[in-house]
């Protein structure tokens, strides 16, 4: 089960950190973890590797479509492999949903955007988080 941890860390350690970040096109907590993971040589799950495919293929699909993450044609593959890290389709699509939504909010890539309601509301399906793909 994973532990939460509350950490404090210098403006500039974390300006360093997001700049790598970035430039892997994760978010920070994917960044540290990923880095301490390496660091401890502990097999866990690459979360940062699922979230590149699912940002790819939802940038794939046809314009206009709105989606959630869980729809994206590889989610099940990702699901897949991490049954084989001992976690599950909840947790997965918890966590993927997390790092992905949080991408969209950073506006990290172009070409897909949250999916809003005749009133600009933000759209659910099924209580998950509803994008679309933007025509280019």
Same mark, same amino acid.
């Given at each position: 089960m994973p532990k939460r941890i509350n950490l404090t860390i210098s403006?500039?350690?974390f300006k360093k950190?997001?700049?790598?970040?970035?430039? %892997?096109? =994760?978010?920070?907590?994917?960044?540290?973890?990923?880095?301490?993971?390496?660091k401890y040589d502990v097999n866990i799950f690459n979360y940062p590797a699922s979230l590149a495919?699912?940002?790819?293929?939802?940038?794939?699909?046809?314009?206009?479509?709105? %989606?959630? =993450?869980s729809q994206i044609p590889c989610f099940d593959m990702v699901v897949e492999n991490a049954k084989n890290y001992g976690l599950t389709e909840q947790q997965i699509k918890a966590r993927m949903g997390k790092y992905f939504n949080q991408k969209i909010r950073e506006k990290s890539f172009?070409?897909?955007?949250?999916a809003t309601d005749n009133f600009g509301r933000p759209k659910n399906i099924c209580r998950a988080a509803a994008y679309i793909r933007e025509e280019n």
């Open positions: 403006d500039e350690l950190i997001e700049q790598d970040a970035n430039r %892997f096109d =994760v978010t920070v907590t994917m960044m540290i973890e990923s880095t301490l993971e390496d495919l699912l940002v790819q293929e939802a940038l794939n699909l046809p314009p206009n479509k709105i %989606f959630t =993450v172009k070409g897909i955007k949250r």
